[in-house]
């Protein structure tokens, strides 16, 4: 990129106070989704679909950004086992974020300049703290493999898309077995996780792509 020219960035996320801290150490301001319908009386239905189209149309027609951060941290949660959610929880924690972040995931890795980086980060307790956490899980997981998708997709316009998770909201408050390595665990949104995402935006990251950086502190080891 030459000097002169400024570096366009994009943040979308949800506005919560983890995510404006993120925003504040990156120096973004938040782009956030749509407020969706509350499904209790909605039955089986996407009420939400046209919505979702509508926002996913709103990303793709930004001036285009040379890199780009979707932030899926949700609103914290307590830990419940994926066969005590009922109808609506399961419709609020597991349906309508995968569409939110799939969404979302997919317009930022089109609209990423040639040769730019996206990074995705994701809620992801480690094998030790995931009980209760399928919902987690199961978008975390699923990202992970869109992620590598869109990599190979969009590798030949050399845009890179990573994936960094996190346990700064599903950490157990007495923690099994070893302590983390580091101390700073879970770490925090302006310092361990923007220099996780610094770190793939940049050049030296270069040849980095469809990979999974885990900024935990070491926890999933």
Known sequence: MPTDQVERRLLVAHNLEATQQLGASLGLSIHAPPSLADPAAEGWDWPWRDTLAAWGDELR?????????????????????????????????????????????????????????????????????????SDMTALADGLAALTRSAALIHGPRRCRVNLVTTELFSAPDTLLGMQPPLPSFPGTPGNEIAGAVEMLWSQAAAGVTGTVVRADCGRAW
């Open 61 to 133: 027609s930004s001036p285009r950004p040379d890199s780009v951060v979707v932030c899926t941290w949700p609103e914290p949660t307590s830990a419940m086992a994926l066969t005590e959610l009922d109808h609506r929880s399961w419709i609020v924690q597991v349906e309508i974020p995968v569409a939110t972040w799939f969404t979302a995931v997919s317009a930022a890795v089109g609209l990423c300049a040639d040769g730019g980086s996206v990074v995705v980060v994701a809620e992801l307790p480690a094998a030790l703290d995931c009980r209760g956490r």
